[in-house]
């Protein structure tokens, strides 16, 4: 496709590679442009309730780390029917990544952290997943 005909997406949890979530962006012709992370100013949470587990990412005004993105391409066609999908309280908004790249990707109400567990340590949803397989 023309790139002009396609957006980016920044995911951080079960929609990267190889995750559970991460079909829904093959089939709506999402295809990976990078793995990075962010700027140094996001906490990640693993949000309680959520069936595949999912992560929320809020953005702070101090206190943050860099967390491990994936960037995706999608159809612009496609990328309503991606972003109607999202449950709250997870949504799209612009993200920062390292040398203040900005790129749409998942950002979480940061009300729903108030539940939830702090995995920024990790530097990545990745990461976490691994170290609870490797516990258990």
């Not at 396609?6 to 990976?32: D, E, F, I, Y």
Request: proline fraction near 7%.
């Amino acid at each position: 496709m023309k790139e002009e005909t396609m957006t980016k997406v920044a995911v951080c949890g079960a929609h990267m590679s190889g995750l559970p979530l991460n079909g829904q962006l093959l089939m709506l012709g999402g295809r990976l442009v990078k793995q990075t992370t962010t700027a140094p100013c996001y906490r990640l949470y693993k949000l309680p309730e959520f069936i595949p587990p999912r992560p929320g990412l809020v953005r702070m005004t101090e206190g943050g780390t860099t967390i491990e993105v994936e960037v995706w391409e999608l159809p612009i066609a496609n990328y309503g029917a991606f972003v109607a999908a999202i449950p709250a309280p997870l949504g799209i908004g612009t993200l920062e990544l390292v040398g203040h790249e900005p790129v749409q990707g998942f950002l979480c109400e940061a009300y729903a952290t108030a539940q939830a567990l702090d995995v920024s340590a990790f530097g990545g949803w990745r990461h976490y997943i691994e170290s609870i397989a490797v516990a258990k």
